[in-house]
């Protein structure tokens, strides 16, 4: 029983660090990369495109908003973009002070 509860909690471990990976990924992608570079990169939601919206209409754009410190901009483009965003940094911060004690915690002298 101990053993499946330890390879699960290294394959919950192992998602972690995928998923901070590409948040750090796409937070450095939305703060140095050219705007427009980006919006003509991504494809159009198939729900605005049938004339609808989804829960992540508009987050593009308000990413590109908040790296830019423009969060009213941001909430008017998708309302729930600076929570998102927030969590993805809050996660990251977590992830690079898990790396960090790893680090040192295994560090030779």
Sequence with gaps: MLDR????????KIC?????????????????????????STPTC??????????LCGSTRAFIAISNFEFRNAYEFNKISLLL??????????????????KFKYKTT
């Design 5 to 12: 509860n330890k390879e699960l909690i290294n394959a919950v």
């Design 16 to 40: 972690w660090i995928i998923i901070s990976t590409f948040s750090i990924v796409i937070i450095l992608i939305f703060t140095i990369v050219n705007p427009t570079l980006i919006l003509n």
């Design 46 to 55: 198939t729900a605005r495109i049938n004339g609808g919206s989804c829960i």
């Design 85 to 102: 965003y927030i969590l993805l940094i809050i996660n990251s911060l977590l992830f690079l002070k898990y790396v960090f004690f790893l």
